[in-house]
């Protein structure tokens, strides 16, 4: 089983191992040290002011977001030094939003259009912080961002409008495979192509300072040299996902959902009191059913409803009794998370602690 479920849990349930967290949180950051990368997690998949905190304690340069309010939530919690990496689009309100925190903490944003980065310098001219910007290529993943012979022409628009262009990020979010080989593909891609868009930028007389890469599946096949900065999130909880494609054990399983079996109605299913409002309803393509169930691996949450989870196991499988506690762990952590308000803490079987999900709902 990944984590000792406490006696007595109000299901369903996201439940955090603290000596896990933390293992996983420091691994990571002496790995970091070690090779020679600074260390921006992406706090996106945690949306939480204490795990935040441990990771910067740990040696963490600052954090990584996905949105202004995103952002704007970890800044109430004391984070100073955040990088909005996504290719934001602004409007009159958001723009309003970023000079704000433009004022009051060290900013970065990506663009990756000669547009967008017109109205990013639009709207924070005259911050009392200067902005940084790096630009967003597109390293694999075919999601944003340009290609790295493009990267001049948006990087040139940014420092136009008045921007401090400092380097460029991607996203290999082609990393997800279930051989090694694809990881380490991604890896050399995501270097291939920020060390060429460096130097196009670089030929343009731009001081490219930051080369911001790395997710967690490619974490172990970074190289330094060309990235020297990396960007993985799920790695602080690890998920169902991450376990099925070799990237953690089940000893590397921060968080799980508690569930209580709530019918038996025979003897190969069960269903408990969990559902897509608790799970989310991500598949994965490397996981079998709505999540694992580390105390039945044979088993497969074969039906996902809002509230209902059914789950069948193999013929001769002991299943569990009513009224009887289960984890799930989720195939994409991220959702989870952002659907609870707030995560409870154990430690050797314990609730010590409930921690807020500060940044739920954060999508703006």
């Known amino acids: 089983m ?8 109000a299901t369903p349930a996201l439940v955090v191992d603290l000596e896990v967290l933390d293992n996983n949180i420091s691994r990571l950051a002496e790995t970091s040290r070690s090779q020679g990368f600074a260390l921006r997690p992406h706090a996106k998949a945690h949306k939480c002011g204490q795990i935040a905190d441990r990771q910067l304690r740990a040696g963490a340069r600052g954090l990584s977001v996905a949105t202004i309010s995103e952002a704007e939530a970890f800044a109430r919690a004391g984070v100073d030094d955040l990088f909005i990496a996504y290719p934001v689009w602004l409007d009159a309100g958001k723009a309003q939003r970023l000079r704000r925190l433009a004022d009051d903490v060290a900013l970065r944003v990506g663009v990756e259009s000669v547009e967008g980065a017109q109205r990013l310098g639009n709207a924070v001219r005259g911050s009392a912080r200067p902005v940084e910007v790096l630009v967003e290529v597109d390293s694999g993943s075919h999601r944003t961002g340009v290609q790295p012979h493009a990267a001049g022409e948006v990087g040139k628009a940014a420092a136009d409008a008045g921007l401090d262009v400092v380097g460029l990020f991607t996203f290999p979010g082609h990393g997800y495979g279930h051989d090694a080989q694809a990881r380490e593909r991604a890896a050399r891609d995501e270097e291939r192509t920020l060390g060429e868009a460096a ?55 921060a968080l799980v959902a508690a569930a209580t079996v709530i019918s038996v109605p025979a003897p190969d299913r069960f269903v408990l009191d969990i559902g897509s409002k608790v799970l989310g309803s991500d598949r994965s393509s490397w996981v079998t059913g709505h999540g694992y169930l580390p105390q039945f691996p044979q088993g497969s949450i074969t039906g996902l409803w809002e509230h209902h989870a059914v789950v069948r196991i193999p013929e001769g499988v002991r299943g569990p009794s009513l009224g009887s506690v289960v984890a799930v762990v989720p195939n994409h952590v991220c959702t989870p998370v952002n659907l609870a308000d707030e995560l409870l803490v154990v430690r050797d079987g314990e609730v010590i602690d409930r921690w807020q999900t500060a940044a739920r709902g954060a999508n703006t």
Do not use: H, K
Not at 2 to 9: E, K, S, T, V
């Open 2 to 9: 990944a984590i000792p479920l406490p006696d007595g849990l």
């Open 199 to 253: 130097q196009v930028l670089r030929d343009l007389g731009l001081d490219i300072r930051v080369v911001s890469g790395g997710s967690t599946p490619t974490v172990g096949w970074w190289q330094p040299g060309a990235v020297n900065e990396l960007r993985p999130g799920v790695y602080v909880f690890n998920d169902a996902t991450q376990l099925a494609i070799g990237t953690c054990g089940m000893e590397d399983l």
